[in-house]
Antibody
Framework: EVQLVQSGAEVKKPGESLRISCKGS????????ISWVRQMPGKGLEWMGR????????NYSPSFQGHVTISADKSISTAYLQWSSLKASDTAMYYC??????????????????????WGQGTTVTVSS | EIVMTQSPATLSVSPGERATLSCRAS??????LAWYQQKPGQAPRLLIY???TRATGIPARFSGSGSGTEFTLTISSLQSEDFAVYYC????????????FGPGTKVDIK
């Protein structure tokens, strides 16, 4: 079974550091990018950034650049999201998701489309003094 | 940054009725658009990619259309399990990669 399993809920104080994880199984971990998505309480989805586990190349949303770090250890099929100094505003649910590539043929030409087809169960992070 | 908007914010529909959800991009995203469904307490689920292609296992009552800046998700006959929040998402693969979600449309029972 293809799945992403995330680490458990965390309760932290402002200023503390944190790293949460996302372990892939049932597929070739290095063949698919992993994205991280934030969902604040009662709010919508926000893309934070992504990593290519094959070479650890990362790309961040401008809204999250410099505030979090995404990394991966391909030897154990695990991606990470970390903070060096948490704030109360980091309180949210965090999801990892696998990006799949789809090849479609239209008019004799191939087009490539993408979707986040496998999601972790989410990790709740609560930051409170 | 490409901004995505969705309308309406909430759609009240009776079971068996048709639901039409709209998504608009602030600039053209071609067909680089996906739709997701999220139920309370669950992770999102991919419904549609490439604006109109159903993901694996998605029932035929879900259909997507549009290109450029205007997109639609249609649920032809709402089932009880379809009451959820629906998000559109654009992705731009030209470096740097850019992904943005719309604010979501909540489909609830009328």
């Amino acid at each position: 079974e293809v799945q992403l399993v995330q680490s458990g809920a965390e309760v932290k104080k402002p200023g503390e550091s944190l790293r949460i994880s996302c372990k892939g199984s049932g597929y070739s971990f290095t063949s698919y990018w992993i994205s991280w998505v934030r969902q604040m309480p009662g709010k919508g989805l926000e893309w934070m950034g992504r990593i290519d586990p094959s070479d650890s190349y990362t790309n961040y949303s401008p809204s999250f650049q410099g505030h979090v770090t995404i990394s991966a250890d391909k030897s154990i099929s695990t991606a990470y999201l970390q903070w060096s100094s948490l704030k109360a505003s980091d309180t949210a649910m965090y999801y990892c998701a696998r990006r799949s590539e789809y090849q479609l043929l239209y008019g004799g030409l191939y087009y490539y489309y993408y979707g986040m087809d496998v999601w972790g169960q989410g990790t709740t992070v609560t930051v409170s003094s | 940054e490409i901004v995505m908007t969705q309308s309406p914010a909430t759609l009240s529909v009776s079971p068996g009725e048709r639901a039409t959800l709209s998504c608009r991009a602030s600039q053209s995203v071609s067909s680089n658009l996906a739709w997701y469904q999220q139920k309370p307490g669950q992770a999102p689920r991919l419904l549609i990619y490439g604006a109109s292609t159903r993901a694996t296992g998605i029932p035929a009552r879900f259909s997507g259309s549009g290109s450029g800046t205007e997109f639609t998700l249609t649920i032809s006959s709402l089932q009880s399990e379809d009451f959820a929040v629906y998000y559109c998402q654009q992705y731009n693969n030209w470096p740097p990669e850019e992904v943005t979600f719309g604010p979501g449309t909540k489909v609830d029972i009328k």
